[in-house]
């Protein structure tokens, strides 16, 4: 369960207070699908960030299953982190110099898994790269680069996925071939997911559609399941 009390984010704009995001309220109960729309400039990726700990909120209050994040220093935030969220950005962020498989492995073994190998390969396996695992970043389509990306997100079994516009640099069949194996991935793991799109479509997935314009909610739906 993530639980944010009055959340804003106030940054300086030149020698001014800009308030990118207004004081937020919101429950994202665990397993949930949420996605966060809104134009490019409303405060997604802000709020993101906030989620993952990497950016200190203003004023409010952040809870992740109970423990107040925004209180925890950076080793504490990091731990965290490896335990518990999973990451996947617009631009993959894979490392060029390692293969499809070395991406994926390598979280593992910073975190020190056993057999960090063989579960990289069974979650390149997993998103239907295994003809793949040993190509390089640069080998790699965009849509095979992010469903890389989207294993070594998973690696470390996160309970919560955020995703900042991860179909934005793929064309729109890649970017739902992706989220399938995210959807596949959702109901196989009930992990919650925090999923910042531009695409009105794939929002639609989602279990509640979080709507932002100039940092604050315009909208909140909730999609019954069908
Ligand atoms: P989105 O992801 O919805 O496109 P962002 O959350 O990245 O929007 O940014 C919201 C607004 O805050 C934008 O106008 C952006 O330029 C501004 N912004 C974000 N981070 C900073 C910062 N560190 N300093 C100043 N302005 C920022
Ligand atoms: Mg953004």
């Known amino acids: 369960m993530i639980q944010l009390r009055h959340v804003s984010r106030t940054v300086m704009s030149g020698s001014s207070p800009l308030t990118i995001l207004q004081p937020l309220d919101l429950d994202i109960p665990s397993g949930q ?21 990497l950016d200190a909120p203003t004023t409010g209050s952040i809870l992740i299953d109970g423990v107040e994040i925004t209180t925890l220093g950076e080793d ?9 969220i999973g990451f996947v950005f617009q631009s993959f962020h894979l ?23 063989a ?30 990306a989207l294993a070594r997100a998973l690696a470390n079994n996160p309970s919560i996925l955020l995703a900042d516009e991860p179909t934005g640099n793929l064309d729109s069949q890649t970017g739902r071939q992706i989220m399938t194996i995210v959807q596949q991935v959702h109901a196989a793991r009930g992990m919650t997911i925090v999923l910042v799109t531009h695409d009105a479509e794939l929002a639609a997935l989602a279990d509640v559609e979080l709507r932002l314009r100039d940092g604050a909610v315009d909208q909140a739906i909730a999609h019954t399941p069908a």
Do not use: C, W
């Open 33 to 53: 699908f949420l996605a966060v729309l809104g134009p490019s400039g409303s405060g997604k990726s802000t709020l993101l960030g906030l989620l993952a700990g």
């Open 95 to 117: 490392i060029p110099s390692l293969t499809a498989l070395e991406n994926v492995s390598v979280a593992l073994e910073i975190a020190g898994a056993s057999n960090a190998r």
């Open 76 to 84: 504490a935030l990091a731990r965290l982190r490896s335990e518990k």
């Open 119 to 148: 579960r990289a390969s069974a979650l390149i396996g997993d998103v239907g790269l295994a003809g793949r695992a040993h190509h390089y970043p640069s080998q790699l389509s965009g849509g095979e680069q992010q469903r890389v």
